[in-house]
């Protein structure tokens, strides 16, 4: 379904999901509220997918992919602080992925300017 780009049905799926697993542990919770977040952000639904984000890293602070999917949407809103702190916490989890160095130093050349 994701890569139909069915967000929206995703998105439901982790709803339902999430909804069911109230006894889960928190790390699965949080991979989740992440995914969801996710489809959430692909919608162009901002907001909202903070507020998965948040609740993920509530739940599992050193989350790092949760760290860079919320320090992305900082900077696509223009937020490049938050997005600055989001994105150095996740390359300091990770400081092999690439994807997330690159994040950081564009969000850090837009704080130049």
Do not use: W
Not at 63 to 80: C, E, L
Request: with cysteine.
């Amino acid at each position: 379904m994701y890569k139909e780009r069915k967000f929206k049905e995703v998105e439901e799926m982790f709803t339902t999901f999430l909804k069911e697993s109230e006894n889960e542990d928190d790390a699965i919770k949080a991979r989740a509220l992440n995914n969801r977040g996710h489809t959430k952000y692909m919608q162009v639904e901002f907001e909202a997918a903070l507020e998965d984000y948040n609740k993920a890293l509530d739940l599992l602070p050193d989350f790092a992919v949760a760290r860079y999917n919320r320090g992305t949407i900082f900077y696509r809103m223009s937020k490049f602080d938050k997005a600055k702190e989001d994105l150095q916490m996740a390359v300091d989890a990770e400081a092999s992925n690439k994807e997330y160095l690159e994040a950081l130093e564009k969000c850090e050349a837009e704080l130049k300017k």
